[in-house]
């Protein structure tokens, strides 16, 4: 069975750091596209990074660049997201997604229509 597991959430102080992983089960992640998307309540779900398979592509979301770093270690099956200077408005439930994607799409990582889904980490920031 294909699946996606995110983890790392958590509750942290404004100004504070965390690391979500995403780790697949079931099939390999080298030739998929990941996307970390998030959620928080009343709003609708947003891309926030994503990465190409081979990692030499990254999009940010406005609101993240220069705060937020995705990763990837496909030795280990997993993606990561590194989130700095973490901002009360950060707080969400966090989705990783994976989709094989074709030449072309570098730009529109977070845009492609994802196949799976993690059920989701909770962040929340605040003092």
């Known amino acids: 069975q294909l699946q996606l597991v995110e983890s790392g959430g958590g509750l942290v102080q404004p100004g504070g750091s965390l690391r979500l992983s995403c780790a697949a089960s079931g099939f390999t992640l080298d030739y998929y596209v990941i996307g970390w998307f998030r959620q928080a309540p009343g709003k609708e779900r947003e891309g926030v990074s994503c990465?190409?398979?081979?990692?030499?592509?990254?999009n940010y979301a406005d609101s993240v660049k220069g705060r937020f770093t995705i990763s990837r270690d496909n030795a280990k099956n997993t993606v990561y997201l590194q989130m700095s200077s973490l901002k009360p408005e950060d707080t969400a439930v966090y989705y990783c997604a994976a989709v094989v994607a074709g030449k072309g799409t570098a730009r529109i990582l977070c845009s492609l229509a994802y196949d799976y889904w993690g059920q989701g980490t909770q962040v929340t920031v605040s003092s």
């Open positions: 990465i190409s398979s081979s990692g030499g592509s990254t």
